[in-house]
């Protein structure tokens, strides 16, 4: 058995996308800080409607993934396909952009608080140009596993592996095989659980800090800032004296070569300009139906 350590912690910084969305940004923040196959995770939150009521009005994607997880307020998703999602607290919008899609994230709320996370997940080379792909999962959806010590885990996507039990969470069959954990842990409590050896990991912790590793060797990771972890079979996460939440990511690496600008990811520059002549001429549209 190895246990994980800290190994590099991607410190998040204050961003604003769509139409002026007030924002935290760790993974993504620079080409450099990128954990493969994860490319982006922006934690938004706040209670005044300035910092978040424009929205994400209609914009492209092509050659990833995007999941929003809610944790509190209501957006809404419509999409070129047709596809239309209220998304509430609890609830998770998995959208695969594959080939190409034109959609928008509105808030449905003009007063109270808007916090959540968006992910973005890389496809591999020969998926690049699926077609697109939408879902919605409500918070019923989503297991809630009990911790021994006290705490519980969301299992938003891949399966949970705890004390030789598994959680199968509703996101199955992805390429990259993401583990998507929303963590939470009184104060001094430990989380532990198996992970696979050769896929990357981060956490985020949004409330309170954490200590990472076997005790001897933890670190601290301080709220809104990504730790990407040492290789190793096992998680081991103690929250502090005030309590702790945390995501847990953890996907197979691509290994591929990234080419990105906005919102297309493809594997060369080549495929980007043609990413971009064809958002421009319609033929984005008209190729992902």
């Known amino acids: 058995m190895s246990i994980r350590t800290l190994l590099q912690v991607i410190e998040s910084i204050p961003a604003s996308d769509g139409a002026g969305v007030r924002l935290r940004r760790s993974l993504g923040r620079t080409p450099h800080a990128r954990l493969d196959p994860f490319l982006m995770l922006d934690e938004f939150s706040s209670e005044n409607p300035d910092d978040y009521i424009a929205g994400f009005p209609s914009h492209p994607h092509r050659g990833f993934e995007t999941v929003t997880y809610i944790l509190d307020g209501h957006m809404l998703h419509e999409d070129h396909l047709g596809n239309r999602g209220d998304l509430k607290a609890g609830g998770v919008q998995w959208m695969t952009a594959g080939r190409g899609i034109i959609h928008s994230?509105?808030?449905?709320?003009?007063?109270?608080?808007?916090?959540?996370?968006?992910?973005?997940?890389?496809?591999?080379?020969k998926e690049k140009m699926k077609p697109a792909s939408y879902r919605d999962i409500g918070p019923a959806e989503i297991p809630v596993a009990a911790l021994p010590g006290?705490?519980?885990?969301?299992?938003?996507?891949?399966?949970?592996?705890?004390?030789?039990?598994?959680?199968?969470?509703?996101?199955?069959?992805?390429?990259?095989?993401?583990?998507?954990?929303?963590?939470?842990?009184?104060?001094?409590?430990?989380?532990?659980?198996?992970?696979?050896?050769?896929?990357?990991v981060l956490i985020y912790p949004f409330e309170g800090s954490v200590a990472v590793g076997p005790q001897t060797e933890a670190r601290v990771l301080k709220a809104q800032s990504g730790g990407a972890l040492s290789p190793g079979d096992r998680l081991e996460v103690t929250a502090d004296a005030a309590g702790a939440r945390?995501?847990?990511?953890?996907?197979?690496?691509?290994?591929?070569?990234?080419?990105?600008?906005?919102?297309?990811?493809?594997?060369?520059?080549?495929e980007i300009e043609q990413a971009i002549r064809d958002y421009q001429s319609g033929e984005l549209v008209r190729s992902a139906v």
Not at 166 to 192: K, M, N, R, W
Not at 246 to 263: H, M, T, W
């Open 150 to 200: 006290g705490g519980r885990v969301k299992v938003v996507a891949g399966t949970l592996m705890l004390d030789g039990k598994s959680v199968p969470g509703p996101i199955q069959g992805v390429s990259t095989d993401p583990l998507y954990l929303d963590v939470e842990l009184p104060a001094g409590a430990t989380f532990a659980s198996a992970v696979k050896q050769d896929y990357n």
């Open 105 to 125: 994230e509105m808030p449905q709320q003009t007063h109270g608080r808007m916090r959540g996370f968006q992910l973005w997940i890389n496809l591999p080379a």
């Open 246 to 270: 945390f995501l847990v990511l953890a996907g197979r690496p691509l290994r591929e070569p990234i080419a990105q600008y906005g919102p297309f990811v493809m594997n060369t520059r080549e």
